[in-house]
């Protein structure tokens, strides 16, 4: 299967993927290979025994330290095998894994899955919360869904006015007709005309909307409201962002993060208080799925740093899915840098268009 044609990861030129001899990607595929199945450093000797290159231990020792010296592979202590460094890890993805189809015992599953939402007449929030269970069970690793959002549309109205004497009601409607209204703390002093005039601001810089008619005194007056109401006109611009762009944090589903208990990386002490952290997050979370939906691809793989993540060494795949009313949602996994990339992204093929087809009501599906 074809990785491009399925999920993008970050930028990975083409001519990238001739950095590497044939013989030096096999070596580092092999190393990615062993270090996922098993989590443990790889050295030429053992691989030699079972690799498909037919050369002696010491030629692939040779190929294992020019690909460390590329920064594909790191030894981790004196004397160790070797393990992908993050690198390694983004070109194995890009340019060598092999992708597996899930198996037809998982397929019967999802089927299952799909048949006793229906005949039981789930509500949404059970087939969301069932299917992240799934992905964490069938990977062991930790799971996230953002529940379908309506995609971004653009603003067509604002409207400012006061409630109080130093409150407002910042009121902002999109081109679908979504309405979002927000409490605004104003100055006492802020009459109800500079709340109008930087009413027609906000609606003129964010709603696109052309005023060519300004007269002179006013154009003056507005730019003495400039200067003296800056802090309170960046402020609205924020709280006009932010009702775009946040969910409901009602809309995260998290699961799974005690399968971190069972990875060999998350043994040290320091990682697993890295992982208590990850939990506390779950805004964080919810915005980077939030955010991931600008993407039109169907499957993104962030590797190490890419992540967002505010710990080291990790990844986080994530598959987009359709809801009702033209909404879309996401469903994530994070691991350790080590995750069986080809597994977790056949799961989550399989299960956001699983997603797809039972929250839109394909009544054909599994039929």
């Given at each position: 299967?074809?990785?491009?044609?399925?999920f993008?990861?970050?930028?990975?030129?083409h001519?990238?993927?001739?950095?590497?001899?044939?013989?030096?990607?096999?070596?580092?595929?092999?190393?990615?290979?062993?270090f996922?199945?098993?989590?443990?450093?790889?050295?030429?000797?053992?691989l030699?025994?079972?690799?498909?290159?037919?050369?002696?231990?010491?030629?692939?020792?040779?190929?294992?330290a020019?690909?460390?010296?590329?920064?594909?592979?790191?030894?981790?202590?004196?004397?160790a095998?070797?393990?992908?460094?993050?690198?390694?890890?983004?070109?194995?993805?890009?340019?060598?894994?092999?992708?597996?189809?899930?198996?037809?015992l998982?397929?019967?599953?999802?089927?299952?899955?799909?048949?006793i939402?229906?005949?039981?007449?789930?509500?949404?929030?059970?087939?969301?919360?069932?299917?992240?269970?799934?992905?964490?069970?069938?990977?062991?690793?930790a799971?996230?869904?953002l529940?379908?959002?309506?995609?971004?549309?653009?603003?067509?109205?604002?409207?400012?006015?006061?409630?109080?004497?130093?409150?407002?009601?910042?009121?902002?409607?999109?081109?679908?007709?979504?309405?979002?209204?927000?409490?605004?703390?104003?100055?006492?002093?802020?009459?109800?005309?500079v709340?109008?005039?930087?009413?027609?601001?906000?609606?003129?810089?964010?709603?696109?909307?052309?005023?060519?008619?300004?007269?002179?005194?006013?154009?003056e007056?507005?730019?003495?409201?400039?200067?003296?109401?800056?802090?309170l006109?960046?402020?609205?611009?924020?709280?006009?962002?932010?009702?775009?762009n946040?969910?409901?944090?009602?809309?995260?589903?998290?699961?799974?993060?005690?399968?971190?208990?069972?990875?060999?990386?998350?043994?040290?002490?320091?990682?697993?208080?890295?992982?208590?952290?990850?939990?506390?997050?779950?805004e964080?979370?919810?915005?980077?799925?939030?955010?991931?939906?600008?993407?039109?691809?169907?499957?993104?793989?962030?590797?190490?740093?890419?992540?967002?993540?505010?710990?080291?060494?990790?990844?986080?795949?994530?598959?987009?899915?359709?809801?009702?009313?033209?909404?879309?949602?996401?469903?994530g996994?994070?691991?350790?840098?080590r995750?069986?990339?080809?597994r977790v992204?056949?799961?989550?093929?399989?299960?956001s268009n699983?997603?797809?087809?039972?929250?839109?009501?394909?009544?054909?599906?599994?039929e």
């Open positions: 299967m074809n990785a491009n044609s399925i993008q990861t970050e930028t990975a030129p001519d990238v993927s001739q950095a590497l001899n044939d013989r030096q990607k096999t070596v580092l595929r092999e190393v990615c290979d062993a996922i199945s098993t989590g443990i450093p790889v050295g030429s000797r053992t030699s025994k079972s690799s498909r290159l037919l050369c002696s231990p010491a030629t692939i020792r040779n190929e294992m020019d690909l460390e010296l590329m920064g594909y592979l790191f030894s981790p202590h004196t004397s095998g070797r393990i992908p460094t993050e690198k390694g890890y983004k070109f194995y993805v890009n340019f060598l894994i092999e992708f597996e189809r899930i198996s037809q998982e397929e019967a599953l999802i089927g299952k899955l799909a048949c939402s229906r005949e039981t007449h789930l509500r949404q929030q059970d087939i969301l919360k069932s299917a992240v269970q799934y992905a964490c069970q069938q990977t062991k690793l799971g996230v869904l529940a379908p959002q309506q995609e971004q549309s653009n603003l067509s109205s604002i409207r400012l006015f006061r409630i109080l004497e130093n409150k407002a009601m910042l009121v902002t409607v999109d081109a679908c007709g979504n309405i979002n209204d927000q409490v605004v703390t104003i100055p006492v002093e802020t009459t109800d005309d709340l109008e005039k930087l009413s027609i601001l906000l609606n003129a810089q964010l709603c696109h909307q052309a005023y060519q008619h300004y007269e002179q005194n006013f154009i007056n507005t730019r003495q409201i400039l200067s003296r109401y800056n802090n006109l960046s402020q609205l611009v924020k709280q006009v962002q932010r009702a775009a946040d969910p409901d944090t009602n809309a995260i589903f998290m699961e799974g993060f005690l399968n971190f208990f069972d990875q060999p990386e998350f043994n040290e002490p320091e990682k697993l208080k890295q992982m208590v952290c990850l939990l506390d997050q779950k964080n979370l919810l915005q980077l799925l939030a955010k991931s939906l600008e993407s039109k691809q169907e499957i993104v793989v962030n590797i190490g740093s890419d992540s967002g993540l505010a710990i080291k060494d990790m990844s986080f795949v994530t598959a987009r899915y359709r809801g009702p009313n033209s909404t879309f949602g996401k469903i996994l994070i691991g350790p840098l995750m069986d990339y080809s992204v056949a799961t989550l093929a399989r299960l699983t997603l797809s087809q039972l929250l839109m009501g394909d009544k054909s599906f599994f």
